[in-house]
């Protein structure tokens, strides 16, 4: 059974603080996608980034940047410089290949940048 | 390009009721998948639909059944509703390749309420 664990639940920053989102996943497959989402008050789940378990090439795309550590089934997710329209909850979650995008989410992380 | 669209917006109904939610794909998509959200929670994913067959299920009790048309829009219908059905209900559609299908995209949901 695949399994995403998202320790924290909450996370509170100042405006143009760095923060980070944990996720810790389980999975017994080989080759599997790994997953960032934001959900903002609205509903709608926004995709940000995927990740195939071939690549562990960190990367960094504008303020976002990530670190996949497959020796530690981690996958986390920092925001540089946060704004306040970076306050949302932000979902980790995983698919195997071959289940045609089936997701297993996490419990999510709410995340409020203020002023 | 319109992207995934749902509806209803909101829904209340009362328990033993049934309802169906509509969802239409982001264009050029064949797959849809569907999601539950309960308060607090991450969304579970319930089915998918591929061809106008249900390919992967969760774990979610026959209650909950789906459909899609030959355009690739689906609807989730739920009989008997219980309290706990009350969530907030995801589309997301996807371009299937073979057995890999591409990122997800996210409709903005269908808030049920059961009372």
């Known amino acids: 059974a695949q399994k995403v664990t998202q320790a924290q639940t909450e996370i509170s920053v100042v405006e143009k603080e760095d923060v980070t989102l944990d996720c810790v996943y389980e999975?017994?497959?080989?080759?599997?996608?790994l997953f960032w989402y934001k959900q903002p008050p609205s509903g709608e789940l926004v995709f940000l980034i995927r990740?195939?378990?071939?690549?562990?090439q960190n990367e960094i795309s504008g303020r976002y940047s990530w670190n996949f550590q497959k020796s530690t089934s981690s996958f986390n997710f920092t925001i540089t410089a946060s704004q306040v329209v970076d306050s949302a909850v932000y979902f980790c979650?995983?698919?195997?290949?071959?289940?045609?995008?089936?997701?297993?989410f996490g419990t999510g992380t709410r995340l409020q940048v203020t002023l | 390009d319109a992207g995934v669209t749902q509806s209803p917006t909101h829904l209340i109904k009362t328990r033993g009721q049934q309802v169906t939610l509509r969802c239409s794909p982001k264009s050029g998509h064949d797959t849809v998948s569907w999601y539950q959200q309960a308060l607090g929670q991450g969304p579970q994913f319930i089915f998918q639909y591929y061809e106008e067959e249900e390919r992967q299920r969760g774990n979610f009790p026959d209650r909950f059944s789906g459909h899609q048309f030959p355009n690739y829009s689906s609807e989730l219908n739920v009989n008997a509703l219980l309290l706990g059905d009350s969530a907030l209900y995801l589309c997301a559609s996807s371009l299937r390749i073979g057995r890999i299908s591409d990122e997800q995209f996210f409709g903005p949901g269908t808030r049920l309420t059961v009372l």
């Open positions: 990740r195939n378990s071939f690549d562990e």
């Open positions: 999975t017994r497959d080989t080759t599997y996608y």
């Open positions: 979650a995983l698919s195997s290949v071959g289940t045609a995008s089936k997701l297993t």
